[in-house]
């Protein structure tokens, strides 16, 4: 059976305090009724003796029974639904309740039995008779016998205060039901109010409105914590989604350029405008270049920004793989008279070998690239506790102010003029970043612009 949750926690509140209320007023009731049921047995036998001591009190002040006196204690005790019968010492009968007033008696005796059966319906009852002795400077001097309805009898005013507490105990629980069922409705309110605009929201947001967020305030720290996760879900879907639209919307702007001029330079060739000659086919040649090293850009960046980059950890010396690099660019840097140093110790890097010197290839192009004929380039290598730096500085263009802090981001190219001559495309950082964050180093710029440019990449040393 499908019930919400707001059901489920009304219903076990209103079932715990039937239970409570209902085990309470029967522990109480149980208790009540023994203790009461002692209590009138030991008014009985405190009533009996009462009784016999008065009327032993009265033999003594009036020198012997008169029946008159006894006739009043007698009266007096019929009324409480006691029968007395007094007797000399003879044993002879002075008074007796049953021979004054037989109809009284039997009366008496017949509501009393009703009281009980009225109270308990299979109570086994039945006229007991007690004699106690009457003594005078310790000679027996008569008897009185003391009868009622037993082994013991609730009174009119006893049943009413029985049924006062029942009473109450039925009052107390019915108000507390009440108050639990207001209490209860109001608890479940505040649990399951949250938890449905929680659904809502998860509702929202997988039918793709990733701007859904969850406002409302709760106490509940369970609820603060599903709220606070699905608006971080949302918060990264949403990211995402612009990451992608914005990834999309940026390769259609890069392709579109070299693909137009190929376009219109192939239709001047094929309308005979233009004749295909080698400058004109070199030209077409070099975007179509342009277009492959795009797309190897994207493909490289795919493979690194993957969330399941999978890095083959070693540990080896940074800066032979430096050297060997330097050494692969070095026609480049002698063709553009650019000089490289290199110098600092020689740290071991615990990274992955291959994606690391992606990283040291594109560093070291970019500064090739962005430095004018007749600069320098310095690479420095240094060790801290646990990581490794390595810094690529050069004193060619640098990098202004404005785009320095998006540098990183795909596509992005600090001088559109300037990269259509050197030709990037604006992935090569994004590829250097990636790769630091996934060995869970960093990485930054520092630039001036005119002045050159620094890039420092922090590996750690060791295995974590
Ligand atoms: P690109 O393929 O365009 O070089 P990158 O992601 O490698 O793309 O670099 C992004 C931008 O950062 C470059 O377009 C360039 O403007 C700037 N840049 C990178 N390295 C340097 C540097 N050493 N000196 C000056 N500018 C740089």
């Given at each position: 059976m499908k019930l919400s949750l707001r059901s489920k926690l009304s219903l076990s509140y209103i079932l715990i305090i039937i239970l409570i209320v209902s085990s309470a007023s029967f522990f109480t009731n149980f208790l009540l009724e023994k203790q009461f049921r002692e209590y009138v047995i030991a008014q009985q036998v405190q009533e009996n003796q009462r009784i016999v001591d008065l009327i032993a009190q009265h033999y003594q002040e009036d020198g012997g029974f008169r029946p008159e006196v006894m006739e009043s204690i007698g009266l007096d005790a019929l009324k409480q639904g006691v029968i007395v019968r007094v007797r000399d010492s003879t044993s002879?009968?002075?008074?007796d309740a049953m021979t004054h007033d037989h109809a009284a008696c039997v009366e008496v005796l017949a509501h009393m039995q009703q009281n009980m059966n009225s109270r308990y319906p299979n109570f086994q009852g039945a006229y007991v008779e007690n004699t106690y002795p009457i003594e005078q400077n310790q000679q027996l001097v008569g008897a009185v016998d003391i009868g009622y309805y037993g082994p013991f009898y609730f009174t009119d005013s006893d049943l009413k205060f029985i049924s006062t507490v029942n009473i109450t105990l039925l009052a107390v629980g019915a108000c507390s039901l009440v108050l639990a069922l207001i209490l209860g409705a109001e608890m479940a309110k505040r649990i399951s109010n949250p938890v449905s605009r929680v659904i809502l929201a998860a509702q929202q947001i997988s039918r793709g409105d990733f701007r859904e967020r969850i406002t409302e305030k709760s106490t509940t720290s369970e609820i603060i914590q599903l709220t606070g996760t699905v608006n971080d879900l949302a918060e990264t879907l949403q990211q995402q989604e612009s990451l992608r639209r914005r990834l999309t919307a940026d390769v259609a702007h890069e392709l579109r350029t070299p693909l137009a001029t190929l376009q219109s330079h192939l239709e001047a060739m094929i309308d005979g405008v233009?004749?295909?000659d080698t400058a004109r086919l070199t030209g077409c040649h070099e975007e179509i270049l342009r277009l492959n090293r795009l797309v190897g850009d994207l493909e490289r960046l795919a493979r690194f920004e993957?969330?399941?980059?999978v890095l083959d950890k070693t540990s080896w010396q940074l800066r032979q793989l430096v050297e060997r690099i330097t050494q692969n660019f070095a026609a480049e840097a002698k063709q553009k008279d650019i000089q490289i140093n290199l110098t600092g110790a020689d740290p071991a890097v615990f990274a992955d070998q291959d994606k690391i010197s992606q990283v040291v290839v594109n560093l070291l192009s970019n500064a090739l690239k962005y430095t004018p004929a007749g600069g320098m380039i310095e690479l420095a290598l240094a060790e801290a506790d646990d990581t490794v730096e390595f810094s690529v500085r050069d004193n060619g263009d640098g990098i202004s102010p404005e785009d320095l802090p998006h540098i990183f981001e795909r596509f992005y190219r600090a001088d559109q003029s300037r990269n259509r001559l050197t030709g990037?495309?604006?992935i090569g950082l994004a590829i250097v970043k990636a790769i630091a964050e996934a060995h869970q180093g960093t990485i930054v710029a520092r630039s001036r612009q005119g002045a050159g440019s620094e890039f420092i990449i922090t590996l750690p040393k060791h295995a974590n």
């Amino acid at each position: 059976m499908k019930l919400s949750l707001r059901s489920k926690l009304s219903l076990s509140y209103i079932l715990i305090i039937i239970l409570i209320v209902s085990s309470a007023s029967f522990f109480t009731n149980f208790l009540l009724e023994k203790q009461f049921r002692e209590y009138v047995i030991a008014q009985q036998v405190q009533e009996n003796q009462r009784i016999v001591d008065l009327i032993a009190q009265h033999y003594q002040e009036d020198g012997g029974f008169r029946p008159e006196v006894m006739e009043s204690i007698g009266l007096d005790a019929l009324k409480q639904g006691v029968i007395v019968r007094v007797r000399d010492s003879t044993s002879l009968i002075v008074w007796d309740a049953m021979t004054h007033d037989h109809a009284a008696c039997v009366e008496v005796l017949a509501h009393m039995q009703q009281n009980m059966n009225s109270r308990y319906p299979n109570f086994q009852g039945a006229y007991v008779e007690n004699t106690y002795p009457i003594e005078q400077n310790q000679q027996l001097v008569g008897a009185v016998d003391i009868g009622y309805y037993g082994p013991f009898y609730f009174t009119d005013s006893d049943l009413k205060f029985i049924s006062t507490v029942n009473i109450t105990l039925l009052a107390v629980g019915a108000c507390s039901l009440v108050l639990a069922l207001i209490l209860g409705a109001e608890m479940a309110k505040r649990i399951s109010n949250p938890v449905s605009r929680v659904i809502l929201a998860a509702q929202q947001i997988s039918r793709g409105d990733f701007r859904e967020r969850i406002t409302e305030k709760s106490t509940t720290s369970e609820i603060i914590q599903l709220t606070g996760t699905v608006n971080d879900l949302a918060e990264t879907l949403q990211q995402q989604e612009s990451l992608r639209r914005r990834l999309t919307a940026d390769v259609a702007h890069e392709l579109r350029t070299p693909l137009a001029t190929l376009q219109s330079h192939l239709e001047a060739m094929i309308d005979g405008v233009w004749q295909p000659d080698t400058a004109r086919l070199t030209g077409c040649h070099e975007e179509i270049l342009r277009l492959n090293r795009l797309v190897g850009d994207l493909e490289r960046l795919a493979r690194f920004e993957g969330e399941n980059l999978v890095l083959d950890k070693t540990s080896w010396q940074l800066r032979q793989l430096v050297e060997r690099i330097t050494q692969n660019f070095a026609a480049e840097a002698k063709q553009k008279d650019i000089q490289i140093n290199l110098t600092g110790a020689d740290p071991a890097v615990f990274a992955d070998q291959d994606k690391i010197s992606q990283v040291v290839v594109n560093l070291l192009s970019n500064a090739l690239k962005y430095t004018p004929a007749g600069g320098m380039i310095e690479l420095a290598l240094a060790e801290a506790d646990d990581t490794v730096e390595f810094s690529v500085r050069d004193n060619g263009d640098g990098i202004s102010p404005e785009d320095l802090p998006h540098i990183f981001e795909r596509f992005y190219r600090a001088d559109q003029s300037r990269n259509r001559l050197t030709g990037g495309s604006g992935i090569g950082l994004a590829i250097v970043k990636a790769i630091a964050e996934a060995h869970q180093g960093t990485i930054v710029a520092r630039s001036r612009q005119g002045a050159g440019s620094e890039f420092i990449i922090t590996l750690p040393k060791h295995a974590n």
